[in-house]
């Protein structure tokens, strides 16, 4: 299952799940990551960690350690 | 009819702003009950019989963030009469989540479009008919920023809350609606006919704050479970999942028709300015130069200039009137000075001579010198051909007796023949309680007693606004979030936030205004995780007590300094990752899903508002505690039973003396048991380089004043760090760790009691910080005196016992959730 973690900059994906539990699951999905929506990845901060993507038209920054409970295709 | 109107929206949807255009100068800042989360009322500018709520800026009203609870318990259980909900017209999506779930609290909602003027630029269209029809509520649109709608949006939200009822339109998915009414039928009874569906979702998604306030009776509670569980086989997704999705799909089924989208094309100005400052290569050099700037000027320049000014000027003697004739002033009396060492140098030489020069050294002393016995000094220097030399910088200067006429005639210069020269507060009050023949005690106590207690506090102000300043301009042009974005893979390793950097780059400079940054953290465990820890970086006050261990005990080695540098960082990173791992910072991480605003340019208003609401609440929240304490220590040092009973005695004498010398054996294994070290501890919580000018007076009472770095008593500190440590070097590094890192002056105290709002907290934080110095002092001291052959075997164990400690503390597996209530249900 490919994740949010692995993705590239420059790709746009579509979300197919959330996994993982509690707040910061909710959080994710508060923020509007929600299955179905696609993603584009903007870019990688400059120490390689968080990442930056657009969703929902806004710019939105998360630890990879996060990214890797969002499932894309 | 007085009307509450609650204000709620996203974080950076303008919420600020528009409170401050809807109330104007009509605001009480204050805090939620029990927690650090900032609580702003208001009244209506143009109705003063409405009050504004400000709550806080939230993306949901999930049970995990403290913001977002804070605002849901207000919103039911404080019922305002109308929320008036602020969304960014550039960011509709995200923005109306929110919406939804206000929607649900029975209460009238009024939306509120901001930005209006960014989205007709872009060419954005949003049919406000269909957005209003849709949601079920009343929508305007606005630009808080450029105030049009401002009016129209409150005074609707005015209506709806004299209309009152009011039901939400939106609607899910079949099965889901059919299972949130089933839940609805099993609380009639426990809840309000207009929050039913509220709690029905709340319950529906097991949010746990919500079930336990509820208490339902075991038979619903596994009726509901079924309910539940039904409905999250059929969606193959966990029940919070299902709610969150069908509030997405439900506002794309708003938007459609109601939200049409320009072709962007080309980048937008704040793509292309974050193309630009958070690029992978020249994202860590603009982040330098922007820090190097806010620390240059907040900190080194006009920063110091303004504490000075403060302090030296306001609070001290006082000051020229901008600053006009300072300079010149400053070179006569550097001439005044050099006059000074070549009457003294020529007088050394006569001495040498043979000359008798005790009725001279006299009649200099006095207010008026008596010419004649000058005029006879100078004959006899001359028949003996006394001549001196001064070396000022590398020039040598011959002095013969013409010269040493010429320096004696010298007058010391007046402040007042330079410019226009403002006296000090404690220079025009003390003249006044001169004239009104005030008692001595009564005058001390006004003038070095309160005036100076008043001066510590109002002495940061200057230096902290313009710090502020710069930190409201980065937090609302939206660069603060990148600097999170930057910075965040470093520290939070340590427990802390990316946002930590510039408190604990400002507490290199002053940790009081460092300790005030932390407010732009906004979580709340990273943020009092940082407020304990700033203060470990040594501060500008810290440096003379680092120059004068340097100098006395290290022959100014070049790495004491940096040393202490390192220690600080040190301490940092041991405490994040202790701290991180106790019950008290345990639970979840707080989630780092944060939103990077579009950049925009602040308007200055807001943020000179900004700037004065932090210093003002410094002023008020920090004032009480710093003025008290500094009150106290002067007292307990100036007063004592001396020979004549009690009264106002030198500090050898005082009560602070006395109790050094009770409390001078806790520092026994630190090599430095003795009273006046642990006076000068004391006093240095007052300000930390008192320590130095403590040291001088203890040391060296004749002298008025001694050096910054306290040259004059090198020695003496040495011989006593000598008698009480063996090695003076071990005991002095020891005494210099433990000063670095115990608790701050009490300026920095006070902000951190104010930032913490909690006097629990804030012991904790003092407490931590002076229990950590004593051990790393400890440590230091007792191994290296073993290293150079003192060794002391119960100092060794306790050393070994506290690495132990802390080895274990650095390196056990944190404390879980469900330890972590343990703790909470026992305490």
Redesign the interface.
């Known amino acids: 299952m490919k994740t949010l973690k692995d993705a590239k900059v420059g790709e746009t994906l579509t979300v197919t799940?959330?996994t993982g539990?509690?707040?910061?699951?909710?959080?994710?999905?508060?923020?509007?990551i929600?299955?179905g929506?696609s993603v584009y990845i903007r870019?990688?901060?400059?120490?390689?960690?968080?990442v930056?993507i657009t969703v929902?038209?806004?710019?939105?920054?998360?630890?990879k350690a996060?990214a890797e409970m969002v499932e894309t295709e | 009819m007085s009307v509450t109107i609650a204000l709620a929206g996203n974080p950076n949807s303008g919420k600020t702003t528009l409170f401050n255009a809807l109330t104007g100068s009509n605001q009480f800042v204050g805090n939620w009950p029990g927690v650090t989360v900032e609580k702003k009322e208001g009244r209506l500018k143009f109705r003063k019989d409405v009050r504004i709520a400000d709550l806080p800026g939230i993306y949901s009203l999930s049970p995990y963030t403290l913001e977002e609870v804070v605002a849901r318990n207000y919103l039911i259980n404080e019922k305002p009469d109308a929320i008036l909900n602020i969304v960014d017209g550039s960011n509709l999506e995200r923005n109306l989540y929110l919406t939804t779930q206000l929607a649900e609290l029975g209460i009238p909602v009024v939306v509120a479009v901001n930005m209006m003027d960014i989205v007709e630029k872009t060419g954005d269209k949003i049919d406000i008919g269909v957005l209003s029809q849709r949601l079920g509520c009343k929508v305007v649109k606005i630009s808080a920023l450029k105030g049009t709608g401002i009016k129209e949006a409150a005074d609707e939200a005015i209506k709806a809350a004299e209309k009152g009822s009011f039901t939400p339109v939106h609607s899910f998915s079949g099965e889901v609606e059919h299972a949130i009414a089933h839940i609805e039928d099993l609380l009639k009874d426990k809840v309000k006919k207009e929050q039913e569906r509220w709690f029905a979702i709340k319950v529906f998604e097991g949010d746990k704050k919500v079930m336990e306030a509820l208490s339902l009776d075991p038979s619903a509670e596994k009726e509901i479970k079924k309910i539940v569980s039904e409905a999250e086989t059929e969606f193959d997704d966990d029940c919070e999942s299902i709610i969150t999705n069908e509030r997405y799909v439900y506002i794309a089924s708003v938007l459609r028709g109601a939200y049409k989208k320009a072709d962007r094309g080309s980048l937008t100005v704040s793509d292309k300015i974050d193309k630009i400052v958070t690029n992978r290569i020249l994202a860590l050099p603009i982040f330098a130069v922007i820090m190097f700037i806010v620390y240059y000027i907040s900190v080194t320049t006009v920063g110091t200039i303004a504490t000075d000014w403060a302090n030296d000027g306001v609070f001290g003697d006082g000051w020229y009137l901008l600053g006009i004739g300072r300079a010149a002033y400053e070179e006569a009396v550097e001439e005044y000075d050099a006059a000074q060492d070549r009457t003294e140098a020529f007088i050394a030489a006569a001495e040498e001579a043979g000359i008798d020069t005790e009725e001279l050294v006299e009649t200099l002393q006095s207010e008026e010198p008596d010419s004649g016995i000058i005029d006879e000094f100078l004959l006899q220097a001359a028949d003996a051909g006394v001549e001196a030399e001064t070396d000022s910088e590398g020039d040598v200067l011959v002095v013969d007796s013409d010269a040493f006429a010429q320096a004696v005639d010298a007058a010391e210069p007046e402040n007042g023949d330079f410019g226009i020269w403002i006296p000090g507060v404690p220079v025009i009050v003390g003249a006044f309680l001169e004239k009104i023949n005030c008692a001595e005690w009564l005058s001390g106590l006004i003038l070095d007693g309160i005036i100076g207690g008043v001066g510590a506090v109002l002495g940061f102000v200057p230096q902290m606004l313009i710090l502020f300043m710069f930190l409201a301009f980065l937090e609302a042009c939206g660069y603060m979030a990148r600097v999170a974005f930057i910075m965040d893979r470093i520290f939070r390793k340590f427990g802390l936030s990316g946002k930590s950097f510039i408190p604990m780059l400002i507490g290199t400079g002053c940790g009081v205004p460092g300790i005030m940054a932390s407010r732009t953290i906004e979580s709340d465990r990273d943020r009092k995780m940082t407020i304990m820890t700033t203060t470990f970086i040594p501060c500008g006050a810290k440096l003379p007590i680092i120059a004068l261990i340097s100098g006395a005990l290290f022959g100014g080695a070049w790495w004491v300094a940096p040393s202490a540098y390192f220690v600080g960082v040190v301490a940092i990173i041991i405490s994040g990752i202790i701290l991180k791992k106790t019950a008290l910072f345990a639970g979840d991480p707080a989630p780092f899903v944060m939103e990077l605003p579009a950049y925009h340019m602040p308007t200055l208003g807001n943020v000179l508002r900004s700037m004065w609401e932090r210093g003002w609440s410094f002023i008020k929240k920090a004032g009480t505690i710093i003025l008290l304490a500094t009150i106290l220590v002067w007292f307990l040092s100036g007063y004592g039973f001396g020979d004549n009973g009690f009264g106002a005695v030198s500090m050898d004498q005082s009560l602070l003396a006395a109790i050094g010398n009770c409390i001078a054996f806790i520092f026994r294994p630190l090599g430095f048991g003795d009273w006046k070290a642990a006076v000068a501890c004391v006093t240095g919580l007052i300000a930390k380089e008192n320590v130095v000018g403590t040291f001088g007076v203890l040391f060296r009472p004749e002298l008025a004043e001694v050096a910054e770095d306290g040259m004059e008593i090198w020695t003496n500190l040495s011989a006593n760090f000598a008698r009480t440590g063996g090695n003076a070097a071990i005991a002095g590094y020891a005494y210099l760790v433990f000063n670095l890192l115990c608790a701050p002056c009490f300026a920095a105290i006070g902000a951190i009691k104010r930032e913490m709002n909690s006097p629990k907290w804030t012991l904790f934080a003092i407490g931590y910080q002076c229990v950590f110095a004593y051990f790393a002092g400890l440590v230091i001291f007792q191994i290296a005196s073993a290293v150079v052959g003192n060794v002391s075997i119960p100092g060794l164990i306790a050393s070994f016992l506290i690495i132990i400690f802390a080895l274990y503390l650095l390196f056990r597996p944190a404390v879980t959730e469900a330890k972590e209530k343990r703790v909470n249900s026992a305490a």
Do not use: C, N
């Open positions: 799940g959330i539990t509690g707040a910061v699951k909710r959080r994710i999905m508060d923020m509007g929600t299955k929506v870019k990688v901060a400059p120490l390689g960690d968080p930056e929902r038209g806004y710019e939105l920054s998360l630890r996060d």
